[in-house]
């Protein structure tokens, strides 16, 4: 299933994409896309549901697709041909940094370039969206806890990231940094997660273009070790890296500016389109 939030924000009604592209309205059935409505069990309920029995509407703004997310969590590093394009050596173990949940926007809403920045950056990422409590889970068992997967844009601010003191928190965390869907697309149409084609265009012209082939520790791995330091919950995101041709690793670095407009999608789980602004 494709599952998704329709609506002015903060406005949203849950939603799925039926075979015919036709947005179809789920908000008698479940409160929103979040919590247990995207449990196993919530999940196979609106399964069950009949598309066609279910009201149309009209297509409008794609909000987030998913909803009550507590957690925002990235992996760094994780392809070996983007730790490469960086001079970055690959880590012993997952790098995790979290991105505040107040940067998640809609796929296409437009990114606010936050005041002061220099070198604002993109960067495509799988995203895997938690569909039940995962702690101490086995990397065999991971996918089970696993509700869907979802595109993920980690805008990041390299010079706040990186270039001043401290974490990365605060080049990744900037309002609108965290556009998500604009699907939760449910496991079942995943194959296999670690061979997916990801791509990224500036004004047209492509800077990213790779596979999740290259992930140096896929989801599975991932899901189980995060779950190892802390509870995973339904809602929770993790943005599991990108591939390279990220601004910061081309010669001379090449960063977004007020007018841009960047396209991205991943094979099987749609595509965003964002106009960047500048944020006063």
Known sequence: MKLMRVGEAGNEKPAL???DGKIRDLSGHVADIGGEAISPAGLAKIAAIDPKSLPELAPGRIG???AGTGKFICIGLNFSDHAAETGATVPPEPVIFMKATSAIVGPNDTVRIPRGSEKT????????VIGKTAKYVSEAD????VAGYCVSHDVSERAFQTERAGQWT?????????PIGPWLVTKDEIA?????????????QTMQNGSSKTMVYGVAHVVAYL??????????????GTPPGVGMGMKPPQYLKAGDVVE?????????????????
């Open 17 to 19: 994409l039926d075979a």
């Open 64 to 66: 987030a697709c998913v």
């Open 121 to 128: 950056d993109w960067e495509v990422e799988l995203g895997v």
């Open 142 to 145: 991971a996918l089970d806890y």
């Open 170 to 178: 605060k080049g990744k965390s900037c309002d609108t940094f965290g």
């Open 192 to 204: 296999d997660p670690q061979n997916l084609g990801m791509w990224l265009k500036v004004n047209g």
């Open 227 to 240: 779950s190892q330091f802390m509870s995973l919950h339904p809602g929770d995101v993790i943005s599991t």
């Open 264 to 280: 991205l999608g991943i094979e099987g789980l749609g595509t965003q389109k964002q106009s960047f602004v500048a944020d006063h």
